[in-house]
């Protein structure tokens, strides 16, 4: 790997940045491979260690071997993999059990543990979300009363987005694509905002081998302008008191100390520092304006490159009455049919769109229509599904949401079947009950399945389906 000259001269005199090192670390072989599990598919209750034959965990398909002991260490529910599986050919993955994400970007835990307090009502915006790693760990640690608006600009990337969104299981989470500007019309309406915002990339170079291709002081330049404009138009919609989470995957100080500087000078924000364990080999760093900076560099942590700062708005936001529409429930006859469906609830509302039906946190119905009113959404809360003729066919979201009705459970599939199904393949098993049923896999629901009494029709989403036929290599 053939690292740019001016990139590494770019970084001379930057605090963590030992030359010889970091250059070494990029030419080895080196791969670190790391999963964050989901707390509401997966028991976790050793948080210090992985013991190597625990079924509790979903590890049999990730390899129980291939669980080191240490976890990721400011992550709770972060850990190492030995050696990278083949993550297509495990049931446990598109079950949504657990996330592939770069141990350097779970630091984000550790800032929003630090600077809120995560058992109150708190309204989050990631703004720059695809394709789902912070959301969904935000989901993860945000309470039930919580409001996680994800938002991508880039409708593709924000298709991929929801996909994730859907298959960690969450019900209080909206889905947007919309500009920084939008969010403007939302005067002090977020207690947290994250940006992770479009950078140079260089933190991903060992990851990313075009990204070294197209780095240059010019492109570090130009993002360096772009995250001033993105931060310039959305922090109208963070509160007072608020708390902005900043961070890159990149190196550049333009990207990061420098922006830090802007934020306290132009944008009168506050630092505010972390608690990081000396262990850890986290570079603290302040920014000439003394500004509390965090950087991972691969020769010192065991992860990626990444950048990341914490803040608190201090200036009034005005605030104004906020105009919005109404909801479109389902009728009386409609909700008896999506009842059947879900586990009992008085806590959700059931949103029609067109003829889809979603379920949405009562106590958050305020915010949804604030939403709606102001933003394009691409998705919102779970889709349970279908009405046609006051019956509910099922969406494939709920097959992967806690909502499920337990009674809605039908056959549990080898591996070799699972794989078959993910595959949109044809599904020759027994089941106990005609009619709509999911299928799972070690007890996690993968989809839905329609039994009729000649054949079993698969339901698994064609834009989901596993396209390669050679699982050999798999794990």
């Not at 190196?251 to 000078?265: F, G, R, T």
């Not at 509390?292 to 990444?306: I, M, N």
């Not at 709509?436 to 329609?450: A, C, D, E, F, K």
């Amino acid at each position: 790997m053939q690292l740019p000259q001016k990139f590494l001269s770019s970084l001379d005199g930057v605090k963590g940045f030992d030359k010889d090192p970091f250059v070494h670390v990029h030419n080895s072989s080196r791969q670190v491979t790391s999963i964050r599990f989901n707390p509401t598919k997966t028991a976790i209750e050793n948080s210090e260690s992985v013991v190597s034959n625990d079924t509790q965990y979903p590890s049999h398909n990730i390899h129980s071997s291939s669980l080191q002991s240490q976890k990721v260490p400011w992550s709770q529910y972060g850990f190492y993999l030995e050696k990278r599986p083949s993550f297509t050919f495990d049931p446990l993955f598109h079950a949504g059990c657990y996330y592939v994400q770069e141990a350097s970007g779970m630091f984000l835990e550790q800032a929003i543990k630090q600077t809120v307090d995560l058992t109150k009502s708190l309204r989050v915006l990631d703004l720059c979300a695809a394709p789902g790693g912070k959301s969904t760990h935000l989901q993860s640690l945000l309470s039930a009363n919580s409001l996680l608006v994800s938002n991508e600009v880039i409708k593709p990337r924000a298709g991929i987005l929801k996909q994730n969104i859907t298959k960690w299981g969450s019900a209080n989470v909206i889905v947007t694509s919309s500009d920084a500007r939008q969010f403007e019309k939302l005067s002090g309406f977020f207690d947290v905002l994250v940006v992770d915002a479009p950078c140079s990339g260089s933190g991903l170079f060992r990851k990313d081998k075009e990204a070294i291709n197209e780095w240059s002081p010019e492109n570090v330049e130009l993002c360096s302008r772009r995250q001033r404009q993105i931060l310039g138009d959305v922090l109208p919609a963070l509160k007072e008191n608020g708390i902005l989470i900043y961070a890159t995957c990149s190196y550049s100080k333009e990207e990061d100390e420098d922006i830090c500087d802007w934020l306290v000078e132009e944008m009168n924000l506050e630092s505010i520092s972390l608690q990081v364990d000396e262990d850890w080999n986290i570079v603290e760093n302040l920014s000439k304006r003394g500004a509390a900076a965090y950087r991972f560099y691969p020769d010192k942590v065991k992860g990626e490159g990444f950048f990341l700062a914490c803040f608190s708005k201090r200036q009034t936001t005005s605030t104004k009455q906020f105009k919005t529409g109404k909801a479109n429930l389902i009728s009386a006859k409609e909700r008896a049919s999506v009842l059947q469906w879900i586990k009992p609830t008085n806590e959700l509302l059931f949103i029609k769109h067109e003829s889809q039906v979603f379920a949405w946190p009562q106590n958050l119905l305020s915010d949804f229509l604030l939403i709606q009113w102001t933003l394009y959404i691409q998705y919102a809360g779970t889709a349970l599904g279908e009405i046609i003729r006051d019956k509910l066919i099922p969406d494939h979201a709920l097959a992967l949401s806690p909502l499920l009705n337990p009674d809605k459970r039908g056959a549990g599939l080898t591996y070799e079947e699972a794989i078959i199904f993910l595959q949109r393949g044809e599904l020759n098993v027994k089941t106990l009950q005609k009619g709509w049923q999911t299928v799972h896999y070690q007890n996690h629901p993968l989809g839905w399945i329609n039994a009729l009494p000649n054949r079993i029709n698969n339901y698994y989403p064609k834009e989901l389906r596993i396209l390669k036929r050679d699982n050999d290599a798999h794990l």
